[in-house]
């Protein structure tokens, strides 16, 4: 909100205080300045002069040579404009002007003529046809009273400093001029004056002219109708036409610009009505009928529902309450009798109009914050002050103010101790006592109550904050903290993430971090099939976009998408994971199911095999034990051949793979692609943290090698589970170190060769007891899997 520092010191006194000391003060107070505006800064070295003498340019048609008195000496200037005659007072830009637009004017020549400056019309001065509406074409022509040599700020008062504040939705009285003037003067500790308006009258009785009736007192907390007669539509006067263009606001008509000006002034939107188009002269507030049509003063129709809250005459709407009047009622150049309405409407009820309306407007803002009711009289009483000191009417005795339900006074407990002992300070109970008293508050024994105008203040907290900011956070003592702090023991699902990490890290991997919500059509660039429970996401509601409309059901996309960029940044090789979240769908009703993932992903110098060390690396990490791979062939997202599901138990964890090369030619990689996802609920589950430890054995063991043919089905994790399982406590160790299919070998078969470890932990074993563990195991290998001794 923009306000000339003029206008707040109506209000206070604050002669001597500069801008920035202004700016500082307020900002630290809480009502914060977002700039501030010299006027008149960007328009230097323009003067008033006077045309004594005119001439023919020797070389140019349409260009005259004039002589200008600017007051100390008198200068030759060229110029085009058409409108220029002997006598006239003119502004002038001296050699060295700066013009609003940035122009700089020097002395120079046209068409060989010496030019010592340039005449101005009103848009080189940075004004506007609404500022000289009666403005002929060319250059401005100035009051011939008007001395040469006057700097032409000083002309057009354009020497105001407006300050514009940011005024948070929490504090509607700061929006306006009293408001902040208020503010300014406990600030500054400088008295604040607000004087009651005086309205003299001119008799009859406003029950003669016009009856209203509230029938939603719910929606119209007050409503304040004052009658104005024998009204002269005219011009506002030069002050107050400046005052409305500091702030923003376009002069109208002297009647409009009252109401904008109690606006500015008193936070409090007003309206004036054509009394003659009031039927019935009558004003009826009521809820809209849906269907119901009115042409706003923006000359647009617009179509009511029954959430309105409507000012109607005798039959028909004339006003959306706290949005816009309507054009059927509108004060014109004829108008001899207005009726003034100042009202309370309902915040939420005005903010859902404006904004099914599209139509969001100076009053509409201010309602939609909260107004006070006990601010409508004074605001209207000080429109006809307005107009009798303008003399552009005479105002009518009486006032009709209709009140909704009285608000309920809110007394607040008031203990400066407990306020010091909460803020950490040490401020004087007087100093509260007189911040308080300045900023309206009634100050009790032991409590105190806000003002009408403070819907803010709820509690105890909101009256000690009142007080910090005037005595300044700047001045609150630096402390230690006081008191034990809590002792954070992390989560066992916590300690394993961290515990992933760590063990990927070691493993080369670099983690990377992805947004959780995704483009629809990684299904199909994952190849998922039509029916696959894939395919069954949360949709967001209000997406940033199609490419961002979807939750993540599998982390793989994304691991996918992150290899690709990082292919082509032209990275040979990549090693990735990511501890990532994805989203199932629930029941109807139901929040999706959030379940942890570990994805990793590679590409360059690796194949399926350094995957699944690295899953392999992560199990024996955390203590995760009697995993399986277990060939899966029906996973459209990875290789039919290159693919496992893992699982412990009967019970599915991950799956690990070659991604399809179909599928990864859909993200453009042109390299063999390998990724896992691993549910991290499983491995909490199955993982152990605690570590047991043996003794160093103390007796020798003993080594065999067994070379078996298997048929090619047969798997080399079901081959070492049988083992382990025929060796019991014997078992040492197993290594798989010959994969051979030649010759030698028939059709269909493959031959495997093992160096199987076997050691006791109590003796030195013998022959015989090698060769009985050596006899179990192939036997058991022989029946169950039908592997046969080469």
């Known amino acids: 909100m923009k306000i000339p520092m003029s ?89 060295g002007a700066l013009l ?121 907390l007050r409503y304040c109708g004052k009658i104005v007669k024998n009204v002269t539509i005219g011009p506002s006067p030069n002050w107050m036409q400046r005052r409305l263009k500091a702030c923003g606001i376009r002069s109208i008509n002297n009647i409009v610009d009252i109401t904008n000006y109690i606006m500015l002034e008193y936070g409090q939107p007003m309206h004036a009505f054509d009394l003659r188009d009031l039927e019935g002269a009558a004003i009826h507030v009521r809820r809209a009928k849906a269907g119901e049509m009115l042409t706003t003063l923006d000359d647009v129709e617009r179509t009511l529902d029954e959430t309105m809250i409507m000012i109607c005459d005798g039959k028909k709407p004339v006003g959306v309450a706290g949005v816009m009047g309507g054009q059927n009622s ?70 009709i103010d209709i009140r909704g339900k009285e608000q309920e006074v809110n007394e607040i407990p008031f203990d400066a101790d407990k306020i010091n002992k909460f803020l950490g300070t040490d401020i004087d109970k007087n100093f509260m006592i007189k911040t308080l008293e300045a900023l309206d508050f009634t100050v009790k024994e032991d409590s105190v109550i806000p003002p009408s105008f403070r819907a803010d203040i709820e509690g105890f907290a909101d009256v000690a904050e009142e007080v910090l900011r005037i005595y300044g956070y700047e001045k609150i003592p630096s402390t230690l903290m006081c008191g034990e702090t809590a002792h954070s023991v992390k989560t066992p699902a916590q300690k394993l993430e961290e515990k992933v990490g760590s063990l990927l890290c070691a493993c080369g991997m670099n983690e990377i971090v992805t947004y959780s919500f995704t483009n629809p059509n990684y299904y199909d660039k994952l190849n998922l099939k039509a029916d696959s429970p894939l395919r069954n996401a949360v949709v967001i509601s209000n997406p940033l976009g199609e490419e961002n409309s979807v939750m993540r059901t599998t982390a793989v996309h994304s691991m996918l998408e992150t290899l690709a960029r990082n292919q082509n940044y032209k990275a040979e090789t990549a090693r990735l994971y990511e501890l990532a979240t994805i989203y199932i769908p629930g029941a109807e009703g139901e929040l999706p199911d959030e379940r942890k993932v570990v994805c990793t992903g590679m590409y360059g110098d690796c194949d399926f095999y350094d995957a699944k060390g690295v899953v392999e690396t992560l199990f024996d990490g955390i203590g995760l034990s009697g995993a399986r791979f277990v060939p899966e062939t029906e996973d459209p997202t990875f290789h039919p051949g290159r693919c496992a599901k893992i699982l412990v138990g009967k019970k599915e964890i991950g799956v690990l793979g070659q991604i399809h090369p179909a599928v990864a030619d859909h993200y453009d990689l042109d390299k063999e692609v390998y990724a896992a996802q691993i549910d991290m609920e499983a491995l909490l589950t199955y993982s152990k943290s605690n570590k047991s430890y043996h003794p160093l054995p103390k007796y020798p063991a003993v080594t065999r090698d067994l070379a078996i043919l298997v048929d090619d089905e047969v798997l080399a994790a079901d081959i070492e589970t049988l083992i382990k399982k025929k060796a019991k406590n014997l078992f040492a160790g197993l290594m798989l170190f010959d994969v051979y299919k030649g010759k030698q070998v028939p059709e269909g078969k493959k031959s495997m060769a093992y160096s199987l470890k076997l050691q006791s932990m109590e003796k030195t074993l013998t022959d015989t007891e090698v060769n009985e563990v050596i006899d179990a195991v192939l036997s058991a290998l022989e029946k169950e899997l039908g592997a046969v001794l080469r």
């Open 100 to 220: 609003p637009d940035g122009t700089k004017i020097k002395t120079g020549k046209l068409r060989g003529v010496s030019s010592a400056g340039m005449l101005c019309s009103y848009e080189e001065l940075g004004m506007t046809e609404h500022d000289f509406p009666d403005a002929e074409y060319g250059i401005l022509i100035l009051d011939d009273s008007l001395p040469a040599g006057m700097d032409i700020r000083e002309v057009f008062h354009l020497n105001e400093t407006i300050v514009d504040f940011e005024i948070t939705s929490n504090r509607p009285d700061c929006l306006s001029v009293i408001g902040l003037a208020r503010e300014t003067a406990v600030s500054f500790d400088k008295p604040f004056t607000l004087k009651t308006p005086a309205v003299k009258g001119a008799g009859d009785d406003i029950n003669n002219y016009v009856s209203i009736t509230v029938d939603d007192t719910e929606g119209c």
């Open 330 to 399: 509108e004060v014109k150049d004829d108008t001899k009798t207005i009726l003034f309405e100042s009202a309370t409407f309902h915040a939420a009820t005005v903010r859902k109009a404006a904004r099914k309306l599209g139509l969001r407007t100076e009053s509409s803002s201010r309602y939609e914050k909260g107004l006070d009711p006990e601010n409508t009289l004074p605001a209207i009483m000080r429109a006809c002050e307005l107009v009798e000191e303008l003399g552009c009417g005479e105002v009518v005795d009486g006032i």
């Open 7 to 95: 206008w707040l010191n109506d209000y206070t006194d604050i002669a001597g205080i500069t801008p920035a000391e202004y700016n500082h003060r307020m900002t630290m107070t809480g009502s914060k300045v977002e700039g501030i505006e010299n006027q008149g800064e960007n328009l230097v070295n323009v003067v008033t002069g006077r045309i004594l003498e005119i001439s023919k340019h020797p070389d140019a048609d349409k260009l005259v040579v004039c002589q200008i008195d600017v007051g100390n000496e008198t200068l030759q200037i060229v110029t085009g404009a058409p409108n220029v005659k002997v006598g006239q007072t003119v502004p002038v830009a001296l050699d």
